[in-house]
């Protein structure tokens, strides 16, 4: 049996290919980027001239070849799928089906290119019915845009996957649909996602440009100023759209519409307090909206709210939230924007395949360059068109011009024909005798007999004279560019007319938004107060006189910070996801007894952003010239120093402090002097000592992602971060807790201090192999009192224990004995230092 060597040279060697030796890493970038592209042109992103994707314009073009006219009869979808994996798109039904549902459901888009029959789904994310219950035929726009000016002479077609028969590259469009109904793609490396606007306006929009090609985008925002939703809603305009559309990316806050009615009554049930919502967010799935409420309702995260209905029929939607009737229901609105998808943002990503020399690339544009785009297609394809009619129209005035000489010789025509012994001899007598062409003397041989009447003559005549017009206007068109562009605007003008319709989402400025705060809580002058902060995350404010000030209940929750501070501060709150937020003081609800617990903190917090430290300061007492700075160190143990003045002009939607990988969070942040050290605890019992410097955390920009603090093992995470001010308290020792109940006190001087990036040191061994390090704390003297935090998220209580019990011994002891030992399930979840005087 021959090697594998040698069956290579003899596979090498034969006619039938030859082995060609390629590097992995070569062949891999080769195939990936065919596969991207393939993906990218052929599947994800649609077009700039037509604003379709591949598939749409499939769909379209097989019902245009059906025959599915507005005006014509509903066909089976399951008819129209067939046609489309048959002729020109071989992929899958339900994708093609998918699709098509689409451009049928008018919440969707915001003018459907198709008109349905049956379930095509709902807002509730409903399914459509099966293809085969289903129907639909071209709409009016989507025929009137797209399919009216099809024809092979006015765009090009290419044969099908099969070559069997021709499909169009582009369809002709009347209108921008990218911009009309907007599209979502998602491609290899890059994703579009642009908002469906109003007809009207973008009609206007494209005039404008056309009679001013030096438009700025500002100046084409005055004719077309937002987005228009299917939805509604409302857009909340925070000054960014000039600059969302002149760099082809941004966000956009879309709110939906809710009314509050102070005197809401229900058939059997006294009045209440109601808030009333009839419009979402674009692509806000309802049921999934009100199931959120509820989920927020029994978490306590929303209070005050008795009832959810949705109330939603034919005539549109209604959901109506009852609340207390004592209840601040314009606060509870507020909630409700905050913490659910009542409030979203849109991402905007103007990205869309351009047609180069050399193929179509994918590319981000702005506003004004996409519309400019669609005027150069448009004017590309009525050239074509026109340039099309004025031959058809040359060549019909040609054969009229031979049959109009062979009527004033009609005789002799005759004669000649009759004459002729073939048809050939007459085609031949009629061009030498008349003086007529080919092309005139084949026409006037198939004219039948009844065109020779005198009635036919005028007509003849009336048929010629009107050519000659249509030729001189279709020359006039094809030799002045503005009558070209003339003729372009009275098109949209008429488009417009017919399809245009008022505005669907309304806008509104931020600075008509204000955020509303209890009466409460507004101060009228700075006063001291105490903010508290508990371990489920709730946050109050407390007059530090009150008899309740420190108290905290020992089975429901366990306050975990106190802050001493004024009204007319702040709380900066850095998040998981890398933002510093200001939240003002005076926003903070103050508490009048002891058995209430605040409100989440999250609910002050923009949506989705999870609280990870505190810090609070006056913007006032850090100048431009201040060189105070914050260490943020992030789960991945990558730690930087940004300088404070980068947070003084911050604005109330707060800023972007870190760059962070996926999966990673911002893990701790503080306001750290340069002549401090810290310690960073990990789950194994690993300490790493170092130095708070610039040399050792160098400064970095808010973009930077940091600088590896300390090596972490494949299962290992931080537990957390100490500050040591040696200096001062040359004594200072860490308490180190685990999670079965176990703690040991170790000197901080003890510990070497490494440089950045080292592994620190091992300072405690683990007892039973399940346990990890779960706490740490710096203390500064042994007159303290040791707090440990035990059970799950959702069932606390709290040990105290003094901390001089703690041996200093290489594994620590089990500090419950003799107090409740752990249940099963139980963990040490947190410590708490009472009385620490750092």
């Known amino acids: 049996m021959a090697s594998d060597r040698q069956q290579l040279d003899i596979f090498a060697n034969s006619a039938q290919g030859q082995v060609i030796p390629t590097a992995l890493h070569s062949e891999m970038q080769r195939s990936y980027l065919e596969y991207a592209m393939s993906v990218i042109v052929g599947r994800a992103l649609p077009s700039v001239r037509d604003g379709l994707k591949p598939v749409h314009r499939r769909i379209l073009y097989a019902m245009h070849e059906l025959g599915l006219l507005p005006d014509r009869p509903f066909r089976k979808c399951a008819r129209v799928v067939g046609d489309v994996l048959g002729k020109y798109h071989p992929h899958g039904d339900q994708s093609v089906y998918d699709a098509l549902v689409r451009l049928v459901q008018d919440f969707s888009c915001r003018y459907p290119l198709l008109a349905g029959h049956g379930n095509f789904g709902s807002v509730d994310d409903d399914p459509p019915a099966a293809m085969r219950y289903t129907e639909c035929r071209l ?158 309702v ?27 009737k004592e209840a601040n229901s314009e606060l509870i609105l507020e909630k409700l924007y905050r913490q659910t998808t009542l409030q979203i943002n849109f991402g905007v990503i103007l990205l869309a395949l351009k047609t180069t020399g050399a193929g179509s690339q994918p590319k981000q544009m702005s506003l004004r360059e996409l519309l400019q785009e669609f005027i150069d297609f448009r004017e590309e394809t009525l050239t074509r068109k026109y340039r099309y009619e004025l031959q058809q129209a040359t060549h019909k005035l040609h054969l009229i011009q031979g049959f109009q000489v062979s009527i004033e010789q009609i005789e002799l025509v005759i004669s000649l024909i009759r004459n002729a012994k073939d048809t050939a001899e007459a085609k031949q007598l009629l061009i030498d005798r008349i003086g007529v062409t080919v092309t005139q003397a084949q026409a006037i041989l198939e004219l039948p007999l009844r065109r020779l009447t005198a009635m036919e003559r005028q007509s003849l005549q009336q048929s010629a004279d009107n050519l000659t017009q249509e030729i001189q ?103 998981a996801s890398g933002k510093a937020i200001p ?113 050792q955390i160098p400064i970095l920009g808010r973009t930077a992602m940091g600088n590896i603090a300390m090596r972490l093992g494949s299962a290992e995470s931080l537990v957390g971060v100490g500050i040591l001010d040696l200096l001062n308290y040359p004594d200072t020792e860490i308490v ?95 410590i708490k230092l009472l009385n620490c005087m750092v």
């Open 139 to 296: 709409a009016g726009v989507g025929q009137s845009a797209l399919l009216a000016e099809l024809n092979e002479a006015v765009v090009d077609f290419v044969p099908n996957f099969d070559g069997s028969q021709p499909e169009p590259v582009v369809l002709p469009a009347r209108l921008p649909i990218l911009l009309l109904n907007g599209a979502v793609g998602i491609a290899v490396g890059m994703a579009t996602n642009i908002p469906p606007h109003n007809l009207g306006e973008l009609v206007s929009a494209v005039i404008a440009l056309i009679d001013r090609p030096h438009l700025s985008t500002a100046e084409l925002l005055t004719f077309m100023p937002a987005p228009d939703f299917p939805t509604g809603g409302i857009i909340v305009d925070d000054g960014g759209l000039v600059e969302t559309y002149s760099t082809g990316r941004g966000a956009i806050i879309v709110r939906g519409t809710a009314t509050i009615d102070p005197d809401y009554r229900v058939k059997g049930k006294r009045s209440r307090q109601a808030i009333v919502v009839t419009e979402l967010p674009f692509q806000v799935n309802k049921s999934a909206w009100i199931e959120k409420v509820a989920e927020l």
């Open 298 to 324: 029994e978490q306590g995260k929303l209070s005050d709210i008795l009832d959810v209905r949705d109330e939603s029929d034919r005539s549109g939607m209604r959901v109506v939230i009852e609340v207390r």
């Open 473 to 575: 206007h279709l020359e006039k068109l094809l030799g002045d560019r503005k009558e070209l562009l003339k003729a372009m605007k009275k098109d949209l003008k008429e488009l417009q007319k017919a399809y245009g319709d008022s505005r669907r989402t309304k806008i509104m400025k931020l600075t008509d938004l204000q955020p509303i705060i209890p009466e409460e809580t507004t101060p009228l002058t700075p006063v001291e107060i105490l903010i508290q902060i508990t371990y489920k995350g709730y946050i109050r404010a407390v007059d530090p006189e009150s008899r309740f000030n420190r108290n905290y209940p020992q089975t429901d929750d366990v306050i975990l910070h106190n802050y001493t501070t004024t009204t007319d501060r702040e709380l900066l709150v850095f998040t």
């Open 583 to 695: 939240v003002p003081i005076h926003a903070i609800p103050l508490i009048k007894n002891n058995k209430q617990k605040g409100v989440p903190l999250i609910t002050l917090l923009p949506a989705g952003e999870q609280p990870v430290s505190y810090l609070p300061w006056e913007r006032q007492a850090y100048g431009t010239d201040s060189c105070a700075s914050i260490i943020l160190l992030s789960s991945t143990a990558k730690i930087k120093r940004s300088p404070v003045t980068e947070f003084v002009q911050m604005g109330s939607r707060g800023l972007l402090t870190t760059k962070l990988k996926d999966q990673e969070q911002l893990f701790w942040a503080d306001l750290v002097p340069i002549d401090r050290q810290l310690v960073i605890a990990t789950t194994t019992g690993r300490l790493l000592r170092m130095r708070a410097d610039e040399e």
């Open 736 to 830: 180190l807790i685990t999670a079965l109940g176990y703690g040991r006190r170790v000197r901080a001087d003890s510990l070497r201090l490494s440089p950045r990036g080292s592994i620190g040191s091992q300072v405690i061994k683990f007892q039973q192999k399940p346990d990890v390090l779960r706490s740490i704390g710096v203390i500064t003297n042994a007159n303290l009192t040791l707090t440990l935090l035990i059970g799950q998220d959702h069932s606390l209580r709290t040990v105290d224990i003094p901390v001089p019990t703690i041996p200093d011994t290489p594994h620590g002891r089990y500090l419950l004995a003799g107090a409740p030992e752990l249940e099963t399930g139980e963990q040490v979840l947190k």
